[in-house]
């Protein structure tokens, strides 16, 4: 393994060696993590995702782990049945967590102290992206709205990414989350968010509105859910299947790829970044 490599590999937290004949990293002005959402639950197949991401570091390292949300189940408790046992791979690979708090977090500490993300809104930045981590739970939260529209006010020349819980737009069981998107819609435009990922309904899809693309990720483990709005505006693709993202993001353009925990790619998409 090259020196480069190896620096990668480290940054990433990820001390596993290369196998021989994989893919090479990223070059440095991409990043590339992975997704999931609606996951600790203790299930097969939150199991079963886990090692198809752990599979995906082997072939190519990825810098972090990032939530939609409800990362444990019932009440937010991160346990051995949730957590220890189903994340054994993922936690031994010591890749960073970057969480998002999902209405199911909320009674307990493992979004905080097992996923390190004690804060319920913040933003991060990893090679050409910005990550902006918003908490769903309460959207009118003075001091939230206050941050969002610093971070969308900032000037940023590459990929600008948002994570929520509650999908602003969806066409899944849970409604889309009015007050969120009154109140944040105006400034997601204001900051150019080329990507909004979202959970909350337990399965993939992909809506294109107002220049942004929203994915819904909520396959991560819990029993998923059908689309019943077949007719919302930008619809463009619904799977109701267990999966997780690979996202690849340069300062022109995001490439989310959606994977079964059989490896089948459900769908692979490049988004555009706007110009600054």
Not at 70 to 97: H, K, M, Q, S
Not at 158 to 173: E, M, N, Y
Not at 268 to 274: F, N, S
Request: with cysteine; aromatic share 8%.
């Amino acid at each position: 393994m090259s020196a480069a490599l190896a620096g990668l590999l480290a940054a990433a937290g990820i001390a596993a060696a290369m196998p021989a004949g994989g893919v090479p990293a990223p070059p440095a002005d991409a990043v590339r993590f992975v997704v999931k959402g609606d996951w600790g639950d203790g299930s097969a197949a939150q199991a079963a995702v886990t090692r198809r991401m752990c599979g995906e570091a082997r072939r190519a390292p990825f810098a972090f782990v990032l939530t939609t949300g409800d990362n444990f189940y019932p009440a937010g408790a991160a346990t051995d049945a949730t957590w220890t046992r189903p994340e054994r791979c993922l936690i031994r690979l010591g890749v960073p967590w970057r969480a998002t708090w999902g209405n199911h977090d909320l009674g307990g500490t493992g979004t905080a102290v097992q996923l390190r993300s004690p804060r319920r809104y913040y933003a991060f930045t990893s090679g050409p992206a910005r990550v902006v981590v918003l908490d769903g739970n309460a959207p009118d939260d003075p001091g939230q709205l206050a941050f969002l529209r610093r971070e969308m006010s900032a000037r940023w020349a590459g990929a600008r990414i948002v994570s929520v819980h509650q999908p602003l737009r969806t066409a899944g069981v849970h409604p889309p989350a009015d007050t969120a998107r009154r109140l944040w819609g105006p400034l997601l435009r204001r900051g150019r968010v080329a990507l909004v990922l979202q959970g909350h309904n337990h399965m993939y899809e992909r809506i294109e509105a107002d220049g942004t693309t929203y994915v819904t990720t909520g396959g991560g483990g819990a029993q998923v859910y059908p689309c019943v709005r077949l007719f919302t505006d930008g619809l463009r693709r619904c799977a109701l299947e267990h999966h997780f993202l690979v996202v690849t993001a340069t300062r022109t353009a995001i490439g989310v790829r959606a994977v079964t925990p059989r490896g089948r790619t459900i769908e692979r998409v490049r988004i555009p970044v706007p110009a600054a």
